[in-house]
C-alpha cells in the first residue's frame, strides 16, 4: 500500500505536506529528533497530491510532487508515498495495524491535534492512541506554528502568492516560494530585444503567482544565477497565453533548451503592463533588471 517499505522501527509524521512550510517543518523535525532520541528511523507519509485532488476537488499545488518529496527528504531519513485510491477505504483499524505497524513498525506517531485518518476520516488523535497502545505507539502532538497570531497553512500561501505577495508568503515557508520546470523554446522576443530569455513550461496542478516582474534566483547547471522572472501574457505583443520567461543576468555557458530550471522567487516588481512602443518596454525592462540587481547584491 506504501510505495516504500522498511523494517526499521521508526517515528513517523503523516500529512500532505503542500509547500514543506515551516508549520511542516516543525512536524517534521519534530520527528527527527523523537527518532534520534529514540534509536528509530524518522518517516514522512504523504501523498504525491492532496486527497482532495483525488476526489474531484483539487487545489493549486505549491510544489510539483517530485520536489516536495524532495524537500521532505531533507528533513527526514525516509519518505513514504500512499496510495490514496488504495488507503481511503482502511479503517481506523485497518491504517493503523496495516501501515503504521505493518509497513512502518511505529513506536511514534507526531502529528497535530486536528489529524483525522481512516475511512471517512473517522479516526481522530484519540482513536490513534487508542488503537496504537496494544503496539506501543506513542502519539506526540505539535501546536501549530504561527505567524503574527495566525497559524501558518498551505491556504494562506497559496493567497499570498495569487497577490504577487512572495516575500510574506517566503516568511511563511522559511524559503523562497520556487517554480519548477522545463525550459521550451518561445517566440524569441527577449533575444530580439536584447534580453534573451528561457520560457518555462510548468505542472499545470502548480499555482503561478500573480501576473508581473519578480526578482528570482535560477538553479540550472549546478549554479545560482541572478535573473528576473516574467509572468504574464505579453500584452504589448497583443498575446494571449500566458507565459513564464527568466532571463538570466549571468548568460548560462549553453542552451538551456531542454534543461530543468528551478526559480526562486525573492520579490515582485510591478505587476503587467502594455506599452506603446519596443522602446519603451525595452526601456522598462532595463530599468527592472535595475531594481533586480538591486534586490539581489
Known amino acids: ?30 520527528t527527527h529528533d523523537h527518532a534520534r532520541a529514540h534509536g528509530l528511523t524518522s518517516v514522512a507519509l504523504t501523498f504525491r497530491r492532496p486527497p482532495q485532488n483525488e476526489l474531484g476537488h483539487p487545489k493549486p499545488l505549491l510544489l510539483p510532487p517530485d520536489e516536495k518529496l524532495t524537500l521532505l527528504g531533507e528533513h527526514v531519513d525516509r519518505v513514504g508515498v500512499l496510495e490514496f485510491q488504495t488507503i481511503r477505504w482502511l479503517a481506523p483499524e485497518a491504517f493503523v495495524d496495516e501501515i503504521l505497524h505493518g509497513a512502518y513498525d511505529a513506536r511514534a506517531v507526531v502529528t497535530g491535534a486536528d489529524f483525522r485518518f481512516g475511512r471517512d476520516r473517522q479516526g481522530d488523535v484519540e482513536t490513534l492512541r487508542s488503537l496504537g497502545e496494544p503496539y506501543g505507539m506513542a502519539v506526540e502532538i505539535v501546536e501549530p506554528v504561527d505567524e503574527n497570531g495566525q497559524a501558518i497553512s498551505s491556504t494562506a500561501i497559496r493567497q499570498l502568492l495569487r497577490e504577487g505577495d512572495v516575500r510574506s508568503a517566503r516568511g511563511l515557508l522559511g524559503r523562497a516560494p520556487r517554480l519548477v520546470g522545463q525550459v521550451v523554446s518561445g517566440a524569441g522576443e527577449g533575444k ?12 499545470p496542478e502548480v499555482l ?42 549571468e548568460p548560462p555557458e549553453r542552451s538551456l533548451r531542454g534543461t530543468t530550471l528551478r526559480v526562486e522567487l525573492v520579490e515582485r516588481i510591478r505587476g503587467d503592463a ?24
Open 192 to 203: 530580439r530585444l536584447g534580453y534573451p530569455t528561457a520560457n518555462l513550461h510548468v505542472d
Open 1 to 30: 500500500m506504501a510505495s516504500e517499505l522498511t523494517n526499521a522501527a521508526s517515528a513517523v509524521t503523516i500529512g500532505t505536506f503542500d509547500g514543506v512550510h515551516r508549520g511542516h517543518q516543525t512536524l517534521l523535525d519534530r
Open 208 to 249: 503561478v503567482p500573480a501576473d508581473g516582474i519578480y526578482a528570482a534566483w535560477g538553479h540550472v547547471h549546478g549554479r545560482r544565477r541572478p535573473g528576473a522572472l516574467y509572468i504574464g501574457k505579453r500584452p504589448t505583443y497583443n498575446a494571449h497565453d500566458r507565459s513564464l520567461e527568466v532571463h538570466l543576468l
Open 274 to 297: 502594455r506599452f506603446d512602443s519596443l522602446d519603451a518596454l525595452k526601456a522598462q525592462i532595463a530599468a527592472d533588471l535595475d531594481d533586480v540587481r538591486a534586490i539581489l547584491t
